[in-house]
């Protein structure tokens, strides 16, 4: 499937094209899950992700958009959010440091530049 200038970004792909994706996801080690809707992936990773494990997001509208990110910034949450530890820094060297060492947290969470 080719994308086109003036497609629509709002049309759900056909079960094929996620299919031959997860496939293709699966074959690089990655662990994709399919779900229904927004709240079911939100469910989901309040699920995988354990109490006391350190989180990072990058930059992804699909995070906000299922409300993952909104979570993050109440604080409701059992998990150690680097990106509010980072964004609390006012030392600039020092903010550099823990951005650094963020990617090595336990679980690291993005959007579509994982697949591309």
């Known amino acids: 499937m080719s994308i086109m200038p003036g497609t629509d970004w709002n049309r759900l792909p056909e079960d094929a094209v ?7 996801m699966r074959k690089r080690n990655f662990n994709p899950m399919v779900v229904e809707d927004g709240e079911a992936a939100l469910d989901v990773l309040r699920r995988i992700i354990p109490s006391g494990k350190e989180v990072m997001t990058g930059s992804s509208t699909t995070l906000e958009e299922i409300g993952f990110i909104p979570l993050l910034i109440a604080g409701q949450h059992p998990w150690r959010n680097w990106k509010d530890i980072i964004l ?20 690291f969470l993005g959007s579509v530049q994982a697949i591309t």
């Not at 996620?18 to 293709?24: W, Y």
């Not at 609390?88 to 679980?107: F, G, H």
């Open 18 to 24: 996620v299919e031959k994706t997860v496939e293709g």
């Open 88 to 107: 609390t820094e006012k030392d600039r060297a020092r903010q550099a440091l823990l951005r650094r060492q963020a990617v090595a947290a336990n679980y």
